[in-house]
């Protein structure tokens, strides 16, 4: 069910987004600097909430109400769509869109990882972003098919992105169950150490840091796992080389010189390799090393800048640029959120969101800095220098999350930890 919400939410954004770059340096008229820190800015937004929204969930172990905010205010910017006409409204509307991203995405894959066989959890996560990503490539599709038959028609593609997400709202709050992913975890721990039913036992001496048997509280001490510390200071290095998407579809469609309408054909190209690839990068990931395979899939995303920043124009080179940013994508997404909740399972949501959040800075700072050197230097030695920090930076993060790769343990635990029936 949150793969369908999913769906219909990424149909919803994906269609918006594939078209805003040429919408904004086009019709809005901004440059690319300009683009650039618009995008900075929406970026900063929902790094805003992340760990925010992931303390709310884990604070309350109700993740899904968390959740069901965020995807309702995305849905709200839609409406906004349709009336903005100046930069300055439609930055606001879509910085207000990201918030909805940043607020339901640790509370999202914190229930995914609840419901989730730890020795498989990487794959679950790749089920998830397979669904994900099937809206996400259908979106783009929506919305360039729309712009073919009326050319500039950008409102007739808000009306239908918003008709999706409030879709996607729906599924949410009347199909998803309530899942409680701290009760869950601490009933895992307390049958590993005691060997007991359900936590509500009568005279439990179970020790679990930071919990009192029978209620699950909530505690900050999770920052200070040496683990989770080095992988949110690898994701905030590694942030810092992924230029967005956009960027990079500005550079093809700059060095190509193709139609306006099949620019949102970019970004279903990226979406399908995405989410072709999703469950195998997961299934590898299991195997291989979580950390591992998200470390190396950077390689892969300087592999695609490197091909994007070539003299090489055409076809070939376009393909090659989609198929490396989809697999770069498979490899990363997910099993971020993976490796982060499995490191705090008493504290997924505020885990992830804190990964997110170190992640989306360095992406803000990433946008700002990729529009500057645009300017300086040019589109093509920018995307080369950028995939040139990035095969330096790669090795270094290896070494750090080398030893937090150990394979996943545990069990899932029953419907009734998760839920809270039965007690």
């Not at 008229?29 to 969930?57: I, K, N, P, R, T």
């Not at 599924?171 to 998803?176: A, D, R, S, T």
């Not at 200071?233 to 010189?257: E, K, P």
């Not at 504290?347 to 300017?375: D, E, Q, Y």
């Amino acid at each position: 069910m949150l793969g369908t919400v999913s769906l219909l939410t990424d149909l919803s954004s994906e269609s918006v987004s594939s078209v805003l770059p040429l919408y904004l340096t086009t019709t809005i008229g901004l440059s690319v600097l300009g683009y650039g820190l618009l995008d900075a800015a929406v970026q900063g937004s929902q790094a805003l909430v992340f760990v925010l929204a992931g303390w709310l969930a884990d604070r309350g172990d109700h993740p899904r109400r968390v959740a069901l905010s965020g995807y309702a205010l995305s849905a709200l910017t839609r409406t906004g769509l349709l009336v903005a006409g100046g930069a300055g409204a439609l930055t606001a509307l879509l910085a207000l869109d990201r918030l909805g991203k940043g607020i339901r995405t640790a509370p999202r894959d914190a229930m995914i990882g609840a419901v989730s066989e730890p020795r498989t959890l990487a794959r679950s996560f790749g089920v998830h972003r397979a669904l994900d990503t099937a809206g996400a490539a259908l979106g783009p599709l929506l919305a360039g098919a729309v712009l073919w038959v009326s050319p500039g028609g950008f409102s007739s593609v808000f009306v239908v992105s918003l008709a999706c997400a409030v879709l996607g709202v729906a599924v949410l709050g009347l199909l998803v169950p309530d899942v409680r992913p701290r009760r869950a975890a601490w009933v895992e721990r307390h049958r590993q150490r005691h060997g007991r039913g359900l936590p509500s036992c009568v005279g439990c001496t179970c020790d679990v840091p930071g919990l009192v048997p029978g209620v699950p509280s909530f505690s900050w001490a999770f920052l200070r796992l040496p683990g989770l510390r080095r992988l949110l200071a690898v994701a905030f290095i590694l942030a810092l080389l992924s230029v967005g998407d956009g960027f990079v579809y500005l550079v093809l469609q700059s060095r190509d010189g193709f139609a306006a309408a099949w620019f949102p054909l970019l970004y279903v190209g990226t979406n399908a390799v995405y989410m072709v690839l999703a469950v195998p990068a997961g299934r590898l990931a299991d195997r291989a090393g979580r950390a591992r395979v998200y470390v190396l899939g950077h390689l892969v995303l300087a592999s695609a800048f490197a091909v994007a920043g070539s003299p090489f124009a055409g076809p070939t080179a376009t393909v090659a640029s989609l198929v490396l940013l989809g697999a770069f994508y498979a490899a990363t997404d997910g099993v971020l959120s993976a490796v982060a909740g499995r490191m705090a399972p008493e504290a997924a949501a505020s885990a992830i969101g804190a990964a997110r959040t170190v992640v989306a800075v360095g992406r803000m700072v990433a946008a700002g800095g990729f529009g500057l050197l645009w300017v300086t230097v040019g589109r093509a030695p920018a995307m080369l220098v950028v995939a040139g920090l990035l095969v330096v930076a790669v090795p270094v993060a290896a070494v750090l999350l080398g030893r937090d790769d150990a394979p996943g343990r545990g069990h899932r635990t029953t419907v009734r930890a998760l839920t809270g029936h039965g007690d």
